[in-house]
């Protein structure tokens, strides 16, 4: 999809803003208070939606939802500085 529309850069308090149509963010599907990337490419202003990162449990999915092979360690008691983690004393 193609199409011009012109607005106009307006004060915004101690900035500047530009309003944005309901109909184009929906078509966009932004909403409202919503987060946008803004970016410049050839001297056009890019207002994107982020990219959406995936979560661990989404990582491990192929996986069969395990976030990996590992169980918990034990190294035995600290023996320096490090005493303070041990829950035993």
Do not use: C, H
Request: aromatic fraction near 8%; charge should be negative; glycine fraction near 12%.
């Amino acid at each position: 999809m193609s199409s011009t529309l012109k607005t106009v850069v307006r004060p915004w308090g101690d900035s500047q803003g530009i309003l944005i149509s309901g109909e184009l963010l929906s078509i966009l599907g932004i909403a409202v208070n919503e987060e946008v990337d803004l970016s410049i490419e050839n001297n056009r202003l890019i207002i994107s939606k982020p990219a959406q990162r995936k979560s661990l449990e989404e990582y491990a999915q192929p996986y069969g939802g395990k976030l990996g092979p590992y169980n918990e360690f034990y190294f035995g008691d600290g023996i320096g500085i490090e005493r303070w983690l041990d829950e035993s004393d």
